[in-house]
């Protein structure tokens, strides 16, 4: 998997941070108030997808009678509010040591907000593993392809050496369409289930990833 590599792109939510927990908490905040049905984690995996606002209306968040930039500020401010309390995965640090002395450079690509996502990772202390850390200009994280081709422009090395791990499909359709292999992994977001269906490498946790490198 790792023949040939010299870069790592690592997406953060999900796959570095592990923010399961507090995406579930934020989102059942708003649906209460909405008197929608709650969701729990099992659910959740099986129905948040990007772009956002797709997710938002297929657990039944109605746009005619709200706008979704309300809807998606308020899930925000929640959010925010909870982020303090997600951790690292417990593997996170024996992963990007290990990148580090295999000698990749290492850069993180989120939909989260910039000065956000600095924040977090700065809050995190691994700042130093990343030669690039790039986020969006906003809170509704459409998506992240035009931020994963300005990284590939600015890091050494091509698409075909550039590996990104994230635990999505649209981080495999991002890494698809900039020509880079990708590693999914199957604790964050998404459901095994929905990874493997694309037909791409899923490793089911952390410590399948580490063995990669080991």
Not at 1 to 14: C, E, R, V, Y
Not at 80 to 108: D, H, K, M, W
Not at 135 to 151: P, T, V, Y
Request: hydrophobic share 40%.
């Amino acid at each position: 998997m790792l023949s040939g590599i010299k870069n790592l792109i690592w997406d953060w939510n999900g796959t570095l941070l592990d923010d399961v927990d507090i995406c579930v908490e934020s989102i059942n905040i708003l649906l209460e108030k909405r008197n929608l049905p709650h969701m729990d984690v099992a659910r959740y995996k099986e129905l948040f997808t990007f772009p956002v606002r797709q997710y938002y209306e297929g657990i039944g968040f109605d746009f005619s009678l709200e706008s979704y930039d309300s809807v998606a500020m308020e899930y925000m401010s929640v959010y925010l509010s909870l982020l303090p309390t997600a951790n690292l995965f417990p593997e996170i640090i024996p992963l990007l040591q290990a990148g580090r002395q295999c000698g990749y450079q290492q850069a993180v690509l989120s939909a989260m907000e910039q000065e956000t996502l600095n924040h977090s990772i700065m809050t995190k202390g691994i700042a130093g593993y990343f030669t690039k850390i790039v986020g969006i200009d906003n809170h509704f994280a459409a998506g992240k392809l035009e931020n994963a081709q300005k990284i590939l422009q600015e890091i050494e090395g091509n698409a075909a050496e550039t590996l990104l791990i994230g635990d999505t499909i649209h981080d495999y359709e991002v890494a698809t369409a900039i020509g880079c292999p990708c590693l999914l992994i199957g604790s964050g977001h998404q459901s095994i289930r929905r990874l493997s269906a694309i037909g791409g490498h899923v490793a089911s946790g952390h410590e399948e990833v580490l063995q990669f490198f080991n």
